[in-house]
T-cell receptor, first 109, second 114 residues
Framework: KNEVEQSPQNLTAQEGEFITINCSYSVGISALHWLQQHPGGGIVSLFMLSSGKKKHGRLIATINIQEKHSSLHITASHPRDSAVYICAVRGQGAQKLVFGQGTRLTINP | DGGITQSPKYLFRKEGQNVTLSCEQNLNHDAMYWYRQDPGQGLRLIYYSQIVNDFQKGDIAEGYSVSREKKESFPLTVTSAQKNPTAFYLC?????????????FGPGTRLTVT
């Protein structure tokens, strides 16, 4: 079993829909990261959180430390949100990130 | 503009040849990382460096080598000993290696070995 599991692996939705991507992990963590990878391959950091909730524009990230679970939400989705979304965690005392396999999101107009 | 540059974007090599991938950052970050990405898999750590003249093996270091002679630069050499070198390689940096620092990623180099 991977330390970081994302679901779903692939998600296709219509423009305007509310999107939820889930991330579950099995170790105690010091931080969880949500990353976005566009078709060209470049990766952008969206959020880094260790508790609660963060919001940036139409993106919202939440984390439940007790349940070892995080969600990334996109409101009013748009075709430009189409990308691979990656969850990564850093274990307590660890010096490296462990990455999930990614969720490929496609938003159709 | 501060950021991470990787060159080239696409690289083609013949089997048996060593190849060096470039990674440069002007963010004044101490820590730098090399990851490998294969289709359907998460990023895997090859090597990382917390400070100049120091680096540690990641999860899949076999067949790779690195150097960190300057703070700004962390080149990765893919040697002929790497069994499956064709992959997408990403370089990243952060202020430090603690959990509360974000990692900033370069645009990546896609290496094809035939």
């Amino acid at each position: 079993k991977n330390e970081v599991e994302q679901s779903p692996q692939n998600l296709t939705a219509q423009e305007g829909e509310f999107i939820t991507i889930n991330c579950s992990y099995s170790v105690g963590i010091s931080a969880l990261h949500w990353l976005q990878q566009h078709p060209g391959g470049g990766i952008v950091s969206l959020f880094m959180l260790s508790s609660g909730k963060k919001k940036h524009g139409r993106l919202i990230a939440t984390i439940n430390i007790q349940e070892k679970h995080s969600s990334l939400h996109i409101t009013a989705s748009h075709p430009r949100d189409s990308a691979v979304y990656i969850c990564a965690v850093r274990g307590q005392g660890a010096q490296k990130l462990v990455f999930g396999q990614g969720t490929r999101l496609t938003i159709n107009p | 503009d501060g950021g991470i540059t990787q060159s080239p974007k696409y690289l083609f090599r013949k089997e048996g040849q060593n190849v060096t991938l470039s990674c440069e950052q002007n963010l004044n970050h101490d820590a730098m990382y090399w990851y490998r990405q294969d289709p359907g898999q998460g990023l895997r750590l090859i090597y990382y460096s917390q400070i100049v003249n120091d680096f540690q093996k990641g999860d899949i270091a076999e067949g790779y080598s690195v150097s960190r002679e300057k703070k700004e630069s962390f080149p990765l050499t893919v040697t002929s000993a790497q069994k499956n070198p064709t992959a997408f390689y990403l370089c990243a940096s952060s202020i430090g290696t603690e959990g509360y620092y974000e990692q900033y990623f370069g645009p990546g180099t896609r290496l094809t070995v035939t």
